[in-house]
Nanobody, 115 residues
């Protein structure tokens, strides 16, 4: 079973930046869609950004222009560069890999935006 491990979370002030990274425990197919989701306290998990096998990216409206997703198929990694962070970005961020028949989640990494 492939495992996804996130890193890079932490505490940052409003307007600051963080970079999240997610690595797979073994090589996963480049056909998987890789993405990031987040869940704030008391809220449902929501999509942040995805990167399809065809190279298409998709972002939640709330992060467009501030976050950038990237992937490295050779290393089976996906990253999320987060700029101009806001307090409402505070959440646990989860890495996700999915195909037509399988979905894998990471354990999550906490991002807190506070002064």
């Amino acid at each position: 079973q492939v495992q996804l491990v996130e890193s890079g979370g932490g505490l940052v002030k409003p307007g600051g930046s963080l970079r999240l990274s997610c690595a797979a425990s073994r090589t996963i197919s480049s056909t998987y869609t890789l993405g990031w989701y987040r869940q704030a306290p008391g809220k449902q998990r929501e999509l942040v950004a995805t990167f399809t096998r065809g190279g298409e990216t998709n972002y939640a409206d709330s992060v467009k222009g501030r976050f950038t997703i990237s992937r490295d198929n050779a290393k089976s990694t996906v990253s999320l560069q987060m700029n101009s962070l806001k307090p409402e970005d505070t959440a646990v961020y989860f890495c996700n890999a999915r195909s037509a028949i399988l979905q894998i989640w990471g354990q999550g990494t906490q991002v807190t935006v506070s002064s």
